[in-house]
């Protein structure tokens, strides 16, 4: 059993899930060794707790326990998986032998899932922060934070804050030998204000967390910053006026526009669409298909950030992992089965929603290093273009790479100086060709404050994002202005 940064010993998992090393050598050795290219099994327990407060009410407050396991036999590229919620030999052999079928014999990939044999259990003790720490204490920061949002503008007539915490038990045995188990913590606080003024109703919203205990939000009143950007935000909205529309000049800021990079090239440097060839990076190994002042990396390993991990969900370690170097395709992000299909090393982005999932290649943190330039030398440089501060949702298309982004908080800059906030902003483009036309790298990196979550093909899991200040040259901006 590895030791991973929160130590536990193997009988904490065997505990767990009432399984031992031996009966998971059998499951794997009478059914899937030698019958299959590769094989694992993946146990999961998961607690989950939401606490909202809205009106300076307790609206909601709930926990749930559920627990699974998923088997996956690998045959040349397909695929066979089998889940159960029934940890028990009898079903963990009849996965399988389901998912040893389905590599065997179908044309393509599929999922299906072994009925439960008895009523769902919550066998186990809640364990360790965040889940242990007092309710009481949960619900305090929540209050102090609606009045601090409230407090912070005598526009803000409404607010709701909410605080998610769950913790996930995994255990992964291969066909290899090798078995691994995590323990991964995840919290999160919202902040959600509404202002008004004249008629005219805006919403702000505000969070943060990661692989943190309560205590996170503590540290320097950090709730208290969140609280008053999310009242900033809403009242922020309340002048803002029509954005412009046309090719201009765009300067993403530092922190959660990395988003932008997520999803507009991030997505395409993953194994899978690249063996397909169906992204826009396929078969660019080696060659330019950045600015030389462009660098994208993909890190598992930062400590307490919300898409990092111990090991993926296939068992192995996370790391880092250059993808583009000084504009040169240099990586992809790869999980076992594509790694292995593409020759390449596994770099510990295999991931899954849950048991109920076969794990793919995705990112964790993904992020643009800091250059050299100042940042307000940036925003000078611009005569006319848009500042882009924060993102709400977006489109791409990976198989070309184009994208559709709409700014949450956008201003105006005229001559060198940022000036009116705009809404209504929207990012057209594509991502490889805009990596192309990056001309300014700002100095600040910063990471999101860890509120990130990322949807492939029906599965989300939390990821990371991080970018300092850039200048991008040419972008298409779509706007309501007349």
Not at 140 to 149: C, M, N
């Amino acid at each position: 059993m590895t030791e991973l940064a929160r130590t536990r010993p193997e009988s904490f998992f065997a505990d767990r899930f009432n399984v031992t090393r031996s009966l998971l050598e059998r499951v794997l050795g009478s059914n899937l060794i030698g019958r299959a290219d590769d094989a694992d099994i993946y146990l999961e327990y998961r607690v989950n707790e939401e606490l909202q407060l809205e009106e300076g009410t307790v609206k909601k407050a709930s926990r749930h326990v559920s627990q699974g396991a998923g088997v996956r036999a690998l045959s040349g590229t397909r695929t066979g998986y089998a889940h159960t919620d029934d940890i028990s030999l009898q079903n963990l052999e009849e996965a399988a032998r389901q998912a040893r079928a389905i590599a065997d014999r179908a044309s393509t990939s599929g999922v299906v899932a072994v009925p439960s044999r008895g009523r769902p259990h919550d066998l186990y003790a809640l364990a360790e922060p965040p889940l242990a720490t007092d309710l009481a204490r949960k619900l305090d920061l929540l209050r102090k934070v609606d009045g601090a949002a409230r407090a912070a503008d005598p526009r803000v007539t409404q607010v709701i804050v909410s605080l998610t915490s769950e913790e996930v038990v995994t255990l992964i045995a291969t066909a290899s030998g090798w078995t691994v188990g995590d323990v991964r913590p995840l919290t999160r606080l919202n902040v959600t204000a509404i202002a008004e003024e004249r008629g005219k109703r805006e919403i702000g919203a505000h969070g943060g967390g990661g692989r943190v205990a309560l205590d996170f939000f503590l540290e320097d009143e950090r709730w208290r910053r969140f609280a008053r950007e999310a009242a900033r935000q809403a009242v922020l909205k309340l002048r803002a006026v029509d954005a412009p529309a046309g090719t201009m000049t765009v300067v993403l800021g530092p922190g959660w526009p990395g988003i932008l990079l997520h999803e507009a090239v991030g997505h395409g440097l993953e194994g899978d669409f690249n063996r397909k060839g169906t992204s826009a990076f396929a078969g660019r190994m080696g060659q330019k298909v950045a600015s030389e002042l462009v660098t994208v990396i993909d890190d598992g390993t930062i400590p307490n950030r919300r898409g990092s991990l111990n090991v993926d969900d296939e068992g192995t370690p996370t790391g880092r992992t250059v993808l583009i170097e000084k504009g040169i395709l240099v990586g992809y992000m790869q999980d076992r089965l594509n790694a292995r299909l593409m020759g390449m090393a596994a770099t510990g982005n295999g991931r899954r929603e849950s048991y109920a999932y076969p794990p793919m290649p995705r990112m964790t943190n993904t992020f643009m290093p800091a250059g050299e330039d100042d940042p307000e030398d940036i925003i000078k440089s611009v005569r006319r273009g848009l500042y882009a501060v924060s993102f709400g949702g977006g489109q791409v298309d990976i198989t070309n790479g184009k994208f559709v982004f709409s700014a949450s908080e956008a201003y105006l800059v005229e001559d060198g100086r940022v000036t009116s906030p705009v809404k209504g902003a929207t990012l057209i483009g594509n991502g490889p060709e805009a990596l192309t036309r990056v001309v300014r790298v700002g100095r600040d990196l910063k990471l999101d404050e860890g509120v990130g979550t990322c949807g492939k093909e029906g599965q989300s899991v939390p990821v990371g994002v991080g970018l300092p200040t850039i200048r991008i040259d040419d972008l298409t901006v779509g706007g309501t202005a007349v």
